[in-house]
C-alpha cells in the first residue's frame, strides 16, 4: 500500500513529466508552423526541379569517381620499321 506522500510524489512527477511534454511540443509545433509558412512561398515549379538538381549532383560526383579509370592504360611500343607487304602482280 502506497502512502500518501509517495502517491503525491507520483502526481508531481507526472505532472512534471506532462508539462515538460508540453513545452517540447509546443516548441516543435511553432518550428513546423514557421517552416510550413516559409514553404508556401515558394514556388511549385521549383519543387518539380529538385530531382532534376539531385539526379545532376548524383551524376556529377559518380562521373568524377569514375575518369580516373580510363586514363590509365597499357603502352605498346612503336614500331619504326616499315611493314613489308605481300602483293602479287597480275598479267
Same mark, same amino acid.
Given at each position: 500500500?502506497? !502512502?500518501?506522500?509517495?502517491?503525491?510524489?507520483?502526481?508531481?512527477? %507526472?505532472?512534471? *513529466?506532462?508539462? $515538460? @511534454?508540453?513545452?517540447?511540443? !509546443?516548441?516543435?509545433?511553432?518550428?513546423?508552423? @514557421?517552416?510550413?509558412?516559409?514553404?508556401?512561398?515558394? $514556388?511549385?515549379?521549383?519543387?518539380?526541379?529538385?530531382?532534376?538538381?539531385?539526379?545532376? *549532383?548524383?551524376?556529377?560526383? !559518380? %562521373?568524377? $569517381?569514375?575518369?580516373?579509370?580510363?586514363?590509365?592504360?597499357?603502352?605498346?611500343?612503336? %614500331?619504326?620499321?616499315?611493314?613489308?607487304?605481300?602483293?602479287?602482280?597480275?598479267?
Amino acid at each position: 500500500m502506497k !502512502s500518501a506522500s509517495v502517491q503525491h510524489l507520483d502526481t508531481l512527477v %507526472n505532472h512534471r *513529466i506532462y508539462a $515538460s @511534454y508540453q513545452t517540447d511540443f !509546443s516548441k516543435l509545433t511553432t518550428i513546423y508552423t @514557421y517552416i510550413m509558412k516559409k514553404l508556401t512561398n515558394v $514556388s511549385p515549379f521549383i519543387w518539380l526541379l529538385v530531382p532534376v538538381f539531385m539526379m545532376l *549532383i548524383l551524376t556529377v560526383t !559518380s %562521373n568524377v $569517381s569514375t575518369t580516373d579509370d580510363h586514363t590509365a592504360g597499357i603502352k605498346s611500343e612503336t %614500331n619504326t620499321t616499315i611493314a613489308k607487304i605481300p602483293y602479287a602482280t597480275l598479267k
